[in-house]
């Protein structure tokens, strides 16, 4: 009786009682072993076409600082001002990305960007907004979990960790990315606190902060912070990446109003704050309201852009109710169009729904708070109706407000 065969590895040519696993394919085989190596040679290949992608920005195809300006007017309303740092400062990233490999002894620094603005005048939009455009990895974090190590919440580096997430890993690709803090006024300092409690989500998480703003090396935890103690840390460097930090500073007017008032005297004191404008305090902020509000010389020193958001008027409500590419009403009539309904609103609706956000100073957040009550019973009955039609009018709208909690919205 003749021998039986042995099936031997296509590569390393090892025979199959000799390996783990032998895997049978059309005209071969191939071992386990192989299979490995093979898989980091892949690994090996892919990173080193990553840094070559990562390191090739061409000015020549990157958006203008008036093109990334034309693309917010189609989301944001107004706000022209913090739109035009934003587009100036990322464009510049672009810049200094560009120039870091030409040899060039002007070594150009990044400037770090801080935007002040009251609840719902567009902070956030405007981040999420410019990480469509952007051809760098962006990622928003918020500060309100960060906490110092060893206490619950999240370290500082996991803001390090998400910018990892969103390049695949791919760290070159992310030392050149921008990150966007949220609600960066969270993490002031509480000021003369007499409780014996620590401030652990405060000047403390600045303090680590700082580190990420001036540009350093940081062992980033892969899989986020104390969950994975054995995880291997990757070490990323942040000279190159870019923050931008926004916060509401709820109660920053105040310390304005003090500043303005210490530099008029005597006489000149009634004709000077005349020329204030009392209802939009915060376009006269300064570095040291910020400093006043509880956060850090230091961070506000890395921090050298400051920019703030102007509140929202009627004018400018009516217009985010409406024109926008994703407005509310726009969400709205396409939900009801998935469902085969054409949805029309009467424009005195619209403006009884601007009537009421101006009332409860919440912003554009008012407004989808206003229209999610008008239209919660509409859009619990339309689906199961055989209507193609459906028109909202004022008596409607006055109706279902004055059903729902008008307290418990005002307040939330």
């Not at 910018?163 to 949220?182: C, H």
């Not at 009516?318 to 009467?346: A, C, H, W």
């Amino acid at each position: 009786m003749a021998g039986h065969k042995k099936n031997r590895c296509s590569f390393c040519g090892r025979p199959e009682d000799e390996v783990k696993l032998l895997i049978t394919g059309l005209d071969g085989y191939i071992c386990d072993s192989c299979v490995k190596q093979a898989g980091e040679i892949l690994n090996e290949a892919l990173a080193a076409q990553n840094k070559a992608k990562a390191s090739n920005l061409n000015l020549e195809e990157l958006p203008k600082p008036t093109e990334i300006k034309a693309f917010l007017d189609q989301y944001v309303i107004g706000q022209d001002d913090a739109k035009r740092f934003l587009s100036v400062s990322v464009y510049n990233h672009y810049k200094r990305l560009a120039q870091k490999d030409s040899g060039d002894d002007v070594e150009i620094e990044k400037s770090n960007i801080i935007m002040v603005g009251s609840t719902g005048t567009g902070k956030t939009l405007l981040a999420r907004t410019i990480a469509k455009l952007l051809k760098v990895p962006f990622t928003i974090v918020d500060a309100t979990v960060l906490t110092e190590a060893g206490y619950v919440g999240e370290d500082i580096e996991s803001i390090l960790t998400r910018l990892l997430q969103v390049a695949d890993y791919n760290v070159p690709e992310a030392e050149k990315g921008i990150v966007f803090i949220d609600e960066i006024d969270k993490i002031a300092r509480k000021g003369d606190n007499p409780s014996i409690t620590r401030d652990v989500s405060g000047e403390g998480v600045q303090q680590g902060l700082l580190k990420l703003l001036e540009g350093s090396i940081v062992n980033v935890p892969p899989q986020g912070g104390r969950k994975h103690p054995d995880q291997k840390m990757i070490p990323v460097n942040t000279k190159n990446i870019l923050f931008i930090c926004g916060g509401a500073f709820d109660g920053i007017e105040k310390k304005i109003a003090q500043r303005l008032n210490t530099h008029v005297v005597g006489y000149s004191a009634a004709r000077n704050t005349t020329t204030i404008d009392k209802n939009n305090m915060m376009q006269y902020i300064a570095p040291q309201d910020l400093k006043s509000f509880g956060l850090i010389p230091e961070i506000i020193g890395r921090m050298p852009v400051l920019t703030y958001l102007n509140p929202l008027d009627r004018q400018a409500l009516r217009s985010i109710l409406t024109e926008p590419k994703n407005s509310i009403i726009k969400q709205y009539i396409k939900l009801f169009e998935m469902d085969g309904v054409e949805l029309t609103f009467e424009n005195d609706v619209l403006e009884y729904i601007v009537d009421k956000a101006v009332e409860f100073k919440l912003g554009a957040r008012g407004l989808r708070s206003i229209v999610e009550t008008i239209m919660m019973d509409v859009m619990f009955e339309i689906p199961s109706s055989k209507q193609t039609a459906y028109v909202v009018t004022l008596e409607y709208a006055q109706k279902q407000l004055d059903k729902a909690n008008v307290a418990k919205l005002q307040n939330a």
